[in-house]
């Protein structure tokens, strides 16, 4: 049984950081993605991973701020969020391709979806 388990949320002030873990059970996935949505909005992107983990991609607004990475060993990626804005809480969700995207950050080429983890920032 496929399974993308999500931790690590929680409530944080503006400007910490939280690390976003997600677990993957059932087999072996190619690219990674964390999405997000914020409550009365649609879910965007975040970033993304190769299966190598030489390739990731960023949404704009969390660039130079999130860092995504993989444990291939684990069957594990990472989302390292630091100087969280209060614009930032949403659930936030794994997800996990089967075909290898490079680190496409499109939406439609992930395969799994993880239950979510909810993240806030207060200010």
């Known amino acids: 049984q496929v399974q993308l388990v999500e931790s690590g949320g929680g409530t944080v002030q503006a400007g910490g950081s939280l690390r976003l873990s997600c677990a993957a059970s059932?087999?072996?996935?190619?690219?990674y993605g964390w999405f997000r949505q914020a409550p009365g909005k649609e879910r965007e992107s975040v970033a993304a991973?190769?299966?190598?983990?030489?390739?990731?991609s960023y949404a704009d607004s969390v660039k130079g701020r999130f860092t995504i990475s993989r444990d291939n060993a684990k069957n594990t990626v990472y989302l390292q969020m630091n100087s969280l804005k209060p614009e930032d809480t949403a659930v936030y969700y794994c997800?996990?391709?089967?075909?290898?995207?490079?680190?496409?950050?499109?939406?439609?080429?992930?395969?799994?979806w993880g239950q979510g983890t909810q993240v806030t920032v207060s200010s």
């Open positions: 991973i190769s299966w190598s983990g030489g390739s990731t």
């Open positions: 059932g087999r072996t996935f190619r690219s």
């Open positions: 997800a996990a391709a089967t075909f290898s995207y490079g680190s496409t950050l499109v939406e439609s080429r992930y395969d799994y």
